[in-house]
């Protein structure tokens, strides 16, 4: 009798289960498709004509090699890659070493004056970069020559990456 | 018979020639270990010093001068930049809309952050690894590339209006860059686009540090799931969204990229924020680099001020 009875409980419950879940994922799916939406537009683009584009075109289209041919006629696209490249590598190293060993300090070595230093530290970091832009951009101006980038030491990433 | 008495007799504080402070009570040994500790710190310390803290002197002295390019002369009131600011419309201008992104965006994007890292900390999620990269990767799209697409998107002749006429929700294409309004809503979709998904990433970590006793109290105490989200599952997170508030204002107050590449300050200057500002200032037209230090001084004094209201708000709850 009692086992009619759980059975009898059971079914409906089952069925309107299976269903409960679906608006979770129907939500997920319009955010998901929102976040991925532009930058799908974005590489499909990159294969379509300026008049498909503008035409909003969602399928890709056989423009890539055209495309590319006339970015690299126009931009020094391997020079861009060079610095980017330079940039990142350098100050992810640079930034690995310094703050590593800083870390290490901080833990290993621990005391209360140097929790207040790193307190002050850590300040540093809320520092908007407006405010250092100005007297940097004079500093790196006059330790350029007219043609290089000012040098990946000068890069708000590494103070930031810290 | 304790143990304790012969060392309690033996510290007494001296006065030595090793000075005062923690380390006069020291060993030779232990001094040497406290030095070395200090010396890992040297690096990190003296980048930072040089870097942040000696260039934020430089530009506290910058904004007592005038004068164009590098022909910079003390001001005559010596705040003479800062009361220019005072009377500068543009500066106004650039300042409310600062801070209207920053009171609509973050409060609307942390809500929506929060709701998303509850939905996808459910472990029987399924595809649960596409969700997560799904919500994360506009984060790691640069604000150049992505300022573009959505000029392009937005355009009078792009795919939004174009879905909104195919749909017939409107009857003629909506200029979303040309109107202030509506400009201003573009930079705040964009804005929510990017980082929301960043933020969900750290509210799902704060999330795995919940402890899963105190949902399971709540459930057996008879708690919904949305009485348990607010009453248990918030108020354990209350470090995670201190931390994303003050950093989700940080970024805001300093939005620079957006404003230039997205409307490039807008349908005249109306969507323009202090740091395009500060950017025009200082490097376009007639370079002023006393006021643009004076500008990015008041910027810093707001974020700091914003900072610390939110540190004392969030400490006087806990």
């Known amino acids: 009798?009692?086992?009619?009875?759980?059975?009898?409980?059971?079914?409906?419950?089952?069925?309107?289960?299976?269903?409960?879940?679906?608006?979770?994922?129907?939500?997920?799916?319009?955010?998901?498709?929102?976040?991925?939406?532009?930058?799908?537009?974005?590489?499909?683009?990159?294969?379509?004509?300026?008049?498909?584009?503008?035409?909003?075109?969602?399928?890709?289209?056989?423009?890539?090699?055209?495309?590319?041919?006339?970015?690299?006629?126009?931009?020094?696209?391997?020079?861009?890659?060079?610095?980017?490249?330079?940039?990142?590598?350098?100050?992810?190293?640079?930034?690995?070493?310094?703050?590593?060993?800083?870390?290490?300090?901080?833990?290993?070595?621990?005391?209360?004056?140097?929790?207040r230093l790193m307190w002050v530290l850590m300040l540093a970091m809320m520092i908007p970069f407006a405010a250092t832009m100005i007297p940097l951009f004079q500093a790196c101006s006059l330790t350029r020559d007219s043609s290089t980038r000012p040098g990946p030491w000068c890069s708000p990433r590494l103070r930031r990456r810290c | 018979m304790s143990t304790m008495t012969p060392v309690a007799l033996e510290?007494?504080?001296?006065?030595?020639?090793?000075?005062?402070?923690?380390?006069?009570?020291?060993?030779?040994?232990?001094?040497?270990?406290?030095?070395?500790?200090?010396?890992?710190?040297?690096?990190?310390?003296?980048?930072?010093?040089?870097?942040?803290?000696?260039?934020?002197?430089?530009?506290?002295?910058?904004?007592?001068?005038?004068g164009r390019g590098s022909a910079l002369d003390w001001a005559d009131p010596l705040l003479f930049n800062y009361e220019r600011m005072l009377n500068d419309d543009i500066f106004r201008l650039t300042l409310t809309n600062t801070l209207l992104y920053l009171v609509i965006q973050v409060p609307i994007m942390l809500i929506s952050a929060l709701v998303l890292a509850n939905?996808?900390?459910?472990?029987?999620?399924?595809?649960?690894?596409?969700?997560?990269?799904?919500?994360?990767?506009?984060?790691?799209?640069?604000?150049?590339?992505?300022?573009?697409?959505?000029?392009?998107?937005?355009?009078?002749?792009?795919?939004?209006?174009?879905?909104?006429?195919?749909?017939?929700?409107?009857?003629?294409?909506?200029?979303?860059?040309?109107?202030t309004d509506t400009a201003r809503l573009v930079i705040i979709l964009g804005l929510l686009w990017r980082w929301?998904?960043?933020?969900?990433?750290?509210?799902?970590?704060?999330?795995?540090?919940?402890?899963?006793?105190?949902?399971?109290?709540?459930?057996?105490?008879?708690?919904?799931?949305?009485?348990?989200?607010?009453?248990?599952?918030?108020?354990?997170?209350?470090?995670?969204?201190?931390?994303?508030?003050?950093m989700s204002t940080n970024g805001t107050i300093q939005m620079f990229d957006e404003s230039y590449n997205l409307t490039r300050g807008g349908p005249a200057n109306t969507t323009m924020t202090m740091s395009h500002y500060l950017f025009d200032v200082s490097f376009q037209n007639n370079p002023n680099f006393g006021y643009g230090a004076a500008l990015s001084y008041v910027i810093l004094i707001i974020v700091a001020v914003l900072a610390a209201i939110q540190m004392k708000v969030g400490d006087k709850r806990d």
């Not at chain 1, 890659?81 to 621990?110: D, K, P």
């Not at chain 2, 040994?29 to 500790?37: D, I, K, V, Y």
Request: a positive charge; glycine letters at 6%.
């Open chain 1, 1 to 115: 009798m009692t086992d009619v009875a759980t059975k009898l409980e059971k079914s409906p419950t089952r069925t309107t289960a299976r269903w409960r879940g679906v608006p979770k994922y129907v939500f997920l799916s319009i955010v998901a498709l929102l976040s991925i939406g532009p930058l799908y537009f974005m590489v499909v683009s990159a294969t379509n004509t300026t008049q498909d584009v503008l035409a909003s075109k969602m399928i890709p289209g056989g423009n890539l090699i055209a495309n590319w041919q006339s970015l690299t006629e126009f931009q020094d696209v391997g020079s861009a890659m060079y610095h980017s490249v330079l940039n990142a590598v350098v100050t992810t190293v640079l930034a690995l070493v310094v703050c590593s060993i800083a870390g290490y300090g901080f833990e290993v070595y621990h005391s209360p004056n140097k929790d």
């Open chain 2, 11 to 66: 510290k007494r504080p001296k006065r030595n020639k090793r000075g005062t402070g923690a380390r006069r009570d020291m060993s030779p040994a232990a001094r040497r270990r406290s030095l070395t500790g200090w010396a890992f710190l040297i690096p990190a310390a003296a980048l930072i010093g040089i870097m942040m803290f000696w260039p934020m002197f430089q530009a506290l002295l910058l904004s007592f001068q005038t």
């Open chain 2, 119 to 179: 939905i996808l900390n459910n472990p029987r999620l399924r595809w649960k690894g596409f969700w997560r990269t799904a919500i994360f990767v506009p984060a790691a799209i640069s604000l150049v590339s992505y300022s573009l697409v959505f000029r392009t998107i937005f355009a009078t002749d792009g795919l939004v209006n174009d879905m909104l006429l195919a749909v017939h929700l409107i009857d003629s294409p909506i200029n979303w860059l040309g109107n």
């Open chain 2, 196 to 246: 929301t998904g960043f933020n969900v990433i750290f509210y799902l970590a704060a999330l795995q540090n919940i402890d899963p006793t105190t949902l399971e109290a709540a459930k057996m105490d008879g708690a919904g799931p949305i009485r348990t989200f607010f009453s248990v599952t918030i108020p354990q997170m209350k470090p995670m969204i201190l931390l994303t508030v003050i």
